[in-house]
């Protein structure tokens, strides 16, 4: 028998999931935090407005905000008066000249999906050329997911067996591995001023599910990286789930491979609590994979260990992802590499900070409530004038988890094998096996605990580092996290921003000072339960997820919610807003298609182009004419007069 296998994007989030600020005087002031009260919260412990310029001249906000989309039916994008946001890369766009067009009726077939846009675009960079830095790059843009109700022409199919197991049509999964991974697609501005895509360009590339990658650092090769279909435990077949992104001074891209565990299974119940490396990741149990099932076509993803073959089969697949891989998008040719010393995580952003001499960090959030901050600090330093010694930057180096105390202090813990708690006797036998099991490992070092950290943004010239905590309705509830200082809200419902600065500005640092920036959610005072109150000074909204401060220091917020919740219904669909980091004036600068997360964020150096991504919209937004299929869309955003966006 056959049916259909559909599956809604909120409830994989819920699958996802479980588990002193500067005064004009250069001083770091301590927060005044009354605590959290049974039932509420004491509002006090939240960024202050008028603190000092940090990095140049303060970013000027000079738009007219939009009011909330309220409407039910809204299936578009709108900016303000002035401005102008039009579609530019959706799911199923043909990558270059000579690739299918994409069918309406989504019969495209998966070598048609390897030559087309991918779908659920998320974390995006601009890769500008250096002789027309704001008229020609190379756009790279991650396809999170698959919206598996329009990526087939009857959504997913289930198959069943005799025993009345259920089986996936190999057809349909190899399509939904083809529209996961990256596409690099080459741009630039006509001599009407208007972006178009180069077509033919070499540079137009897709990197999916099934494109050959290469496993380097401390953990290749390790045992644990051994399986049945790669006895090296060098070589791994795709990357999928990538949400956020960074990117690297030298002009190397980073995909960041977030909800990963999800794709596995491992059916051996007495197994699974034995390996710390699926258990503390929440690898899926039971019958099949929490998505997708397509262990039931590719045995790479069934983790169940089998003794009866060379490396107990593929039980170790699920340690070759939850890396960040390094892409070389100048280089078509080039093979992705995945760099273990990075650690794996649930991981969404790899942020750079750089240093004047050359010293780095590269800063994560593990994308899961109650999880952890990290950063990694190569060995080495960036060096500009000579490209060939940054090409193993990111296999060498320390990486480091958070912790931050309730005075206002924080300290970096280093995971290193053979320090503090990481010892053979606690399960950390070596250096591979602290990376592979970077969540246990921090959990040994004792780092805090946070609300779902997501995407990180440091800000121009003065290298203060931004987080975005979307939210975790568990904490302090039952058996959640406790409240502390960081993380001050009970069920919290609307998450919060953070930010720190680096003791002696030095990216490699090992303590910083932190504050609370920002409370998402209603106004205090108002009818919303005490739990819900924040703290913004302008629009209202909830769940920060994407971050990026454009060229001039303006902060960006794009936000994730679920946006038929009773909870979120004032704050409307979801948005795009902008922020002065300054004075912490927010205001509402887009509004996107019911339905929709607003993610991914970039733009030329002149600060006149924007790109968001529009994922998994509900109607049939770009269409928006009720009855197309729904695309995951990158959206243009200019200003009419060409000026600068944002002001």
């Known amino acids: 028998m056959s049916g259909e296998w559909r599956t809604d994007p909120d409830d994989w989030e819920a699958q996802d999931d479980h588990p002193v600020l500067r005064s004009s005087e250069g001083h770091w002031l301590s927060l005044t935090r009354r605590g959290v009260l049974k039932g509420g919260l004491g509002l006090a412990a939240v960024f202050v407005g008028g603190c000092a310029v940090t990095g140049g001249a303060r ?91 329009f990526l087939h022409p009857r959504g997913a199919t289930v198959l069943h067996d005799e025993q009345g197991r259920p089986r996936r049509p190999g057809e349909e999964v190899n ?177 750079p900070s750089v240093a004047d001499d050359g010293r780095m960090a590269f800063y994560f959030g593990d994308d899961t409530r109650g999880e952890y901050i990290y950063k990694f600090v190569p060995r080495d330093r960036y060096r500009a004038d000579d490209p060939g010694a940054n090409r193993d930057l990111l296999d060498h180096g320390t990486l480091y988890v958070a912790v931050f105390h309730d005075d206002g202090r924080g300290e970096w813990r280093p995971l290193r094998h053979g320090q503090g708690p990481l010892t053979a006797a606690n399960g950390f036998p070596d250096q591979a096996a602290v990376l592979i099991n970077a969540r246990g490992a921090a959990d040994l070092l004792g780092a805090t605990r946070m609300d779902r950290p997501e995407w990180v943004a440091v800000r121009p010239g003065s290298r203060e580092v931004y987080v975005t905590l979307t939210n975790n309705d568990e904490r302090g509830v039952d058996n959640g996290p406790p409240v502390n200082a960081a993380n001050p809200r009970p069920r919290n419902l609307h998450g919060q921003i953070l930010r720190w600065r680096e003791r002696d500005n030095d990216p490699a640092a090992t303590v910083f000072d932190w504050a609370l920036f920002l409370l998402a959610g209603y106004p205090a005072g108002g009818e919303a339960p005490v739990h819900q109150w924040g703290s913004i000074q302008g629009d209202l909204f909830s769940s920060p997820d994407g971050l990026w401060f454009d060229p001039a220091g303006r902060l960006w917020i794009e936000t994730d919610y679920d946006d038929q919740s009773p909870d979120h219904q004032a704050m409307g669909t979801n948005q795009l807003l902008c922020a002065d980091p300054d004075s912490g004036e927010v205001r509402r600068f887009l509004v996107g298609p019911r339905g929709c997360e607003i993610t991914g964020i970039t733009g030329t150096p002149d600060g006149r182009t924007l790109w968001i991504n529009v994922q998994h919209p509900g109607i049939s937004y770009p269409a928006s004419d009720g009855r197309t299929r729904p695309r995951s869309t990158t959206v243009l955003i200019t200003r009419d007069d060409g000026g600068e966006i944002g002001t």
């Open 175 to 351: 399509k939904e591995l083809a529209a996961h991974g990256v596409s690099v697609i080459d741009i630039a501005k006509n001599r009407d001023g208007q972006w178009r895509r180069i077509m033919t360009s070499s540079y137009n590339r897709r990197i999916s599910g099934l494109t050959p990658m290469i496993l380097s650092g401390p953990a290749a090769g390790a045992e644990a990286m051994r399986t049945a279909s790669d006895p090296t435990g060098r070589r791994v077949i795709g990357t999928f789930a990538n949400c956020a992104l960074g990117y690297t001074p030298w002009g190397t891209y980073l995909a960041c491979e977030e909800n990963w565990p999800n794709y596995f299974v491992n059916r051996d119940a007495e197994d699974y609590p034995r390996r710390p490396q699926q258990a503390r990741y929440r690898v899926s149990q039971g019958e099949r994979s929490n998505y997708y099932s397509w262990e039931t076509v590719e045995p790479r993803f069934d983790a169940t260990p089998d003794h009866s073959r060379p490396h107990q089969g593929e039980v170790n697949e699920p340690n070759r992802f939850g890396w960040v891989v390094e892409i070389d998008p100048f280089d078509p040719n080039s093979t992705p590499v995945k760099r273990t010393a990075m650690g794996r995580l649930v991981r969404e952003c790899a942020t």
């Open 59 to 149: 970013p000027r906000i000079g738009f007219t905000p939009l009011p909330a989309q309220t409407d039910p039916g809204f299936d578009a994008v709108r900016v303000p008066a002035g401005y102008r946001a039009v579609p530019f890369y959706s799911w199923g766009d043909p990558i270059d000249a000579e690739a299918p067009r994409w069918r309406a009726d989504a019969g495209n077939d998966w070598r048609d999906q390897l030559r087309q846009a991918g779908d659920n675009h998320d974390g995006m960079h601009y890769f500008p050329f250096a002789d027309n830095p704001n008229g020609h790059g190379l756009l790279v843009i991650n396809h999170e997911k698959v919206a598996t109700d």
